[in-house]
């Protein structure tokens, strides 16, 4: 997985070159602008970095301090960020960008470079509450290695809309979860806290699929879209992982009921079409 990325990025900067409830702050007002020569400038510190990924320890850690510290001022002084589409660093996977469908929350994440075969990943919230625009960045807690968010699924409910976030996590080359979240906005503040599934025995705020990625390395889509989500039926599908890791053929079904995502069947689907 850490290789395709790796991949990924060469071919396309080689190209372009010849991202509890969580309060966040209110940004400074803009107007929608072209930010496409600071985009270019963040390219460039990302591949710096890149460069220097197992060759230079030293330099590594204030290179990944300097790109963080740039696309961080630069969201967070920039609102009109929330509906920009950043195909540079999209399109060379330097930052992976999951937007909502009614474009109001957005997560920008990105690999620091700073572990070997586990990845640490930082990531910055952006979101519309009534009339502004917010930006969180969230601390980080030890060693711990957070999660790229690759798709950001909308679900409304009367006066509140739920966020269905899809993360994922590396702690190997071979052992990676991927995970469903509900995050909501409350009072102008992140709340990923609501329990939105329920299973038999008890509600779950988020449902996590730890798996053996050598199972699946032969799937053409990244990221690796394990989690799949019918918007049409409300329906979550959870794929079934063996207990030595083997992602199989079969998916955990949730459907939304008004309130909640309840577990209806288990079933055996290629999950495609989804």
Do not use: W
């Given at each position: 997985m850490k290789y395709l990325r790796i991949i990924y990025f060469l071919v396309f900067y080689m190209v372009a070159t010849s991202c509890h409830s969580?309060?966040?702050?209110?940004?400074?007002?803009?107007?929608?602008?072209?930010?496409?020569?600071?985009?270019?400038?963040?390219?460039?510190?990302?591949?710096?970095?890149?460069?220097?990924?197992?060759?230079?320890?030293?330099?590594?850690?204030t290179q990944s301090d300097l790109f963080s510290g740039k696309l961080v001022g630069f969201i967070k002084n920039n609102p009109a960020t929330l509906n920009y589409p950043f195909h540079q660093l999209k399109d060379s996977n330097a930052v992976d960008i999951a937007t909502s469908s009614d474009s109001l929350f957005r997560i920008y994440s990105w690999d620091t470079w700073l572990g070997g075969t586990m990845h640490y990943f930082d990531n910055i919230y952006q979101y519309k509450s009534g009339d502004k625009i917010y930006f969180l960045h969230p601390e980080k807690d030890g060693d711990d290695s957070e999660a790229f968010y690759s798709e950001i699924f909308t679900i409304k409910t009367g006066s509140r809309t739920w966020y269905l976030v899809v993360g994922n996590t590396i702690s190997s080359t071979k052992d990676a979860a991927q995970f469903i979240r509900a995050v909501t906005i409350e009072n102008n503040a992140v709340n990923d806290t609501g329990k939105l599934f329920r299973t038999k025995t008890k509600s779950l705020n988020e449902i996590y699929v730890a798996f053996d990625f050598f199972s699946v390395v032969d799937r053409p889509?990244?990221?690796?879209?394990?989690?799949?989500?019918?918007?049409?039926?409300?329906?979550?599908?959870?794929?079934?992982?063996k207990e030595e890791g083997k992602v199989t053929d079969k998916f955990i079904l949730y459907q939304f009921n008004g309130q909640y995502f309840e577990h209806i069947l288990t079933e055996k689907t290629s999950g495609e079409n989804r």
């Open positions: 969580k309060s966040g702050e209110e940004t400074a007002k803009d107007e929608p602008g072209d930010f496409k020569e600071m985009e270019t400038d963040l390219l460039r510190t990302y591949s710096k970095l890149f460069s220097l990924y197992q060759h230079d320890n030293d330099s590594l850690e889509e990244r990221p690796l879209k394990l989690i799949k989500y019918d918007p049409d039926k409300r329906i979550v599908y959870i794929p079934v992982v």
